[in-house]
């Protein structure tokens, strides 16, 4: 099946530092990603679609100047938490959309603000 | 918006017993699929639903989709240690061309053996 990879998978870091995390998809092209957050023993939110070349669509509720998504290419998209909070510790989860609306998982950042 | 609940949240399960878990969505679909986590990990794809009244099966697992394509249901057979994790059920809503899934809070599963 279609391979999607994250990196890092786990980062530390301090408040307010900025943390950028990458999504790419390994064997095919991907013109549409996704970034989902998760909290423990929560369910997915989903806070942006990142389409290759254009900019971000985020759901509501979710600070763009926050969170900053860039689709350079069509296999790498990356999401930068801004001068991160530790309330911004999550679970960040991208995915990759394939055929239809069949979604790829990445294996999860796992963000830990200090 | 759109919104898709999950019954229940949680399933204890004696293992080789049966267990099924809901989903019903505030709007209707276009198609819905089924995830499941493992402890630590992340969602793995299990299937989707596209017809009306569709119903699938995977060996042990069996996956429906309701006539008015508003709801669905996973059913397993049988659980085993294996079948632990966190099943999600995320639907298409028929108005969204980009294909966002909105997913369920998630079922819980615990296996006893």
């Known amino acids: 099946g279609a391979v999607v990879s994250q990196h890092p998978s786990r980062v530390i870091c301090k408040s307010g530092t900025s943390v950028k995390i990458e999504c790419r998809s390994l064997?095919?092209?991907?013109?549409?990603m996704f970034w989902y957050r998760q909290f423990p023993k929560q369910s997915l939110m989903l806070m942006a679609t990142?389409?290759?070349?254009?900019?971000?669509?985020?759901e509501q509720g979710v600070e763009k100047d926050k969170f900053l998504i860039n689709h350079a290419s069509l296999t790498l998209s990356t999401l930068t938490v801004t001068s991160a909070h530790p309330e911004d510790s999550s679970f960040y989860i991208c995915?990759?959309?394939?055929?239809?609306?069949?979604?790829?998982f990445g294996p999860g950042t796992r963000l830990t603000v200090l | 918006g759109q919104q898709v609940m999950q019954i229940p949240q949680y399933q204890h399960v004696q293992e080789g017993e049966d267990f099924t878990t809901y989903c019903n969505s505030s709007?209707?679909?276009?198609?819905i699929q089924w995830y499941k986590q493992r402890p630590g990990g992340h969602p793995v794809f299990l299937i989707q639903?596209?017809?009306?009244?569709e119903v699938k099966k995977q060996k042990r697992l069996t996956f429906q989709f309701g006539e008015a394509k508003k709801n669905s249901s996973l059913h397993i057979t049988a659980t085993q240690t294996t079948d632990v994790g966190t099943y999600f059920c995320?639907?298409?809503?028929?108005?969204?061309?980009?294909?966002?899934?909105?997913f369920g809070a998630g079922t819980q599963v615990v296996v006893t053996p």
């Open positions: 709007t209707t679909l276009s198609n």
């Open positions: 990142s389409n290759e070349g254009s900019k971000a669509t985020y």
């Open positions: 064997d095919f092209q991907a013109t549409t």
């Open positions: 995320a639907g298409v809503s028929g108005g969204d061309s980009w294909g966002k899934l909105q």
């Open positions: 639903l596209v017809k009306s009244g």
């Open positions: 995915s990759a959309r394939i055929r239809g609306d069949t979604q790829y």
